[in-house]
């Protein structure tokens, strides 16, 4: 099956074994294989952060392990390292320690970072953390910015937070299956005010949340132009996170 749709997937939780996604090898296949057959051409695995923390040796062997089945198995699909990190104001500084001492790895060992909240955060506690990531030298990637209650009661954050140098994921099912209405109305709020920067699915199993976004896709590609959405489902992170392989720089 192909799709129609070229897709880098910045999201998913598809180390097996190692954090609340795929639970073993298997599933993960499965997860590949259906985000392939949708379009997707590169997944970002990005486990918790507490995966490199508790389990750094395990984690990284699994990665390992799943490359190089996926080589096998599923060719034409790029997996490239990534890691959702948890910030909190009060911890900020043992997160930018983390990385600089690599234990968190980057996105594909980029300087940007994929970096979440709960979704009370305050705005002062996401900007405090983005700033302080900034001044380490990292360049946060707000994951699913759409859940942040803070920012859906104040949009205009959001653009602070570009403007300091902070990029914002969207997930793909937010688009057009998120059954919480603020979430979703949010998650398009952000796309029509080109506020987006990269998408993800934020897959965590095939049963639980699976890689499911073709209802996403046709909804953005009706509501933007061809440029702002092809920005926002490859070429950006094509460009940000060195995918040599799609030809921008
Ligand atoms: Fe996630």
Known sequence: MTSAFK???VHMHVIPGVDDGALDQQMALEMLQMAQEQGISTVFAAPHSSAFRVLPDETGESFRLLCD????????MQICLGCEIICEPVYIEQVTEMLRSGIYPTMNNTGFVLVEFTPGESAQG????????????YQPMLAHTERYIALQNS??????????GARVQVNLYSLAKEKNPAVLTFARQLVRMKKVDYLG????????????ILDGLQWLYQSSDKEYADALTWKNAARDLSLDQYGLK
Do not use: F, N, W
């Not at 996401?126 to 030298?137: F, M, N, P, R």
């Open 7 to 9: 897709v880098v997937d």
């Open 69 to 76: 089945t996926a080589a096998q198995l599923l060719p034409g």
């Open 126 to 137: 996401i900007i405090h953390c983005a700033a302080k990531l900034l001044d380490s030298g």
């Open 155 to 164: 949009p205009e954050t959001v653009e602070v937070l570009r403007r300091m």
């Open 201 to 212: 699915t934020d897959a965590h199993r095939t049963y639980h949340r699976p890689p499911d």
